[in-house]
């Protein structure tokens, strides 16, 4: 049986996501309020970044939904949600500087980068594992104990540790992509004075939620091995 620990960590770590993805969302309207002086949609500062460093085989598209903004190394597209492809203020500018930042880190083979792209296929058969061991736990099959249920937590532990692992990873390459698009805008001075506080200030709380997701994932992958692990005393 799903043990009450275990949900109330999850009410936890959904609760302290839900606030900080408003206070994001809360960040991105205001500087989306704020005009950048330089005049530049989001489109035209993705595409400035990628000439800047030389980078003339990633694509620059319009996507949908909003905040929604993403880099995709396998097709080498950066797709921009409308607000920010056209969008002419801070907050866009920031998004599409960060998601450059990503393309960047591609083009120079970045470690990180690499480490999380070839992690993404062992969180995503360890996601779609975790369904059905947690059907196991509802229908009792840990309660028992015995060697199939030992191996069950096993398995469990090992998923929720690969989902960890993939969570923590990405902080380095997201910090990085920030810090990649913060230098470029400072240093071309496309974003000048407030306008760059703004812009660090966006990304910052874009960060929380990377996060927030890391810790939610870690604690997780601690609560499972410690059940685990004290079943076996």
Known sequence: MIGMGYMVIVGIVTLVGWLISSRLK??????SQMRNSSGKSGAEIAVD??????????????????LTDHYNPKTKTIALSPEVYQGRHVAAAAVSAHECGHAVQHAEAYAMLKTRSALVPVVQFST??????FYGMMFGMFAGGGAFGNMLMLAL???FGATA?????TLPVEFDAS??????????????GAEYEGAKDAL????????????GALVMF????????????
Do not use: C, E, P
Not at 165 to 169: D, E, G, R
Not at 204 to 215: G, I, Q, R
């Open 179 to 192: 810090r990649r698009a913060l230098n470029w805008l400072d240093d071309t001075g496309n974003t000048q």
């Open 204 to 215: 910052w709380w874009a960060a929380m939620t990377y996060v927030a997701s890391a810790l």
């Open 157 to 159: 532990v090992g998923t």
């Open 128 to 133: 779609k594992a975790q369904q059905f061991l």
């Open 49 to 66: 970044m990628l000439t800047h460093y030389g980078i003339r085989d990633v694509k620059v598209v319009q996507g949908q939904g909003s």
């Open 26 to 31: 809360s960040k991105f309207k205001h500087y």
């Open 165 to 169: 692992l993939f969570s923590l990873v």
């Open 222 to 233: 601690l609560y499972f091995l410690m059940r685990m692990l004290g079943s076996q005393r």
